[in-house]
């Protein structure tokens, strides 16, 4: 089994979108996906799309993906990569698929030199923790996330 990590492009909006589908029925938030596959290939092609993302291919097929941005660190004064959502297809689990993604994505924060690479990690979900203690990933200590929905803003501003 050969796996491969490439960068999507607005030609792979159908397939991140079946990818994100797919990972928001194995959270149990079918329900909560407003993004379209027209959605997503607008963005990628925007001169500055708001995410980047790279496909990892078993032998061709897509097994997986990773979508990511960049935020920045004050104290740091560096940007950083976030991990916004790590997803690998269940018959591709155990492939060294997601590892080949972690890896892929620790290189190009080291090239792009930024102060960090972190994710969130749903609380529940035991085999993502347990990949990424095993990878070496800690959890950090002393913080909570926090999120504000759109009808909220609306009532904030």
């Not at 924060?109 to 990690?121: D, G, I, P, Q, Y």
Request: charged letters at 25%.
């Amino acid at each position: 089994m050969a796996l491969s990590i490439r960068q999507a492009t607005s030609a792979d909006a159908q397939l991140l979108f079946d990818l994100i589908t797919e990972l928001a029925r194995y959270e149990r938030e079918e329900h909560s996906v407003r993004v379209t596959a027209s959605d997503l290939r607008h963005q990628m092609q925007q001169e500055k799309p708001p995410f980047e993302c790279a496909i990892v291919e078993s032998d061709g097929k897509p097994a997986g993906f990773a979508l990511y941005f960049y935020a920045y660190s004050t104290w740091e004064g560096k940007q950083t990569l976030y991990l916004e959502d790590l997803y690998v297809s269940p018959q591709f689990r155990g492939t060294g698929a997601g590892a080949r993604l972690m890896s892929h994505l620790a290189l190009v924060a080291s090239e792009k030199n930024c102060a960090r690479f972190e994710w969130s990690v749903l609380d529940w979900n035991e085999l993502a923790i347990s990949f990424y203690n095993r990878i070496g990933a800690k959890p950090v200590a002393g913080w909570t996330r926090y999120r504000v929905d759109p009808k909220r803003i609306a009532v904030a501003s």
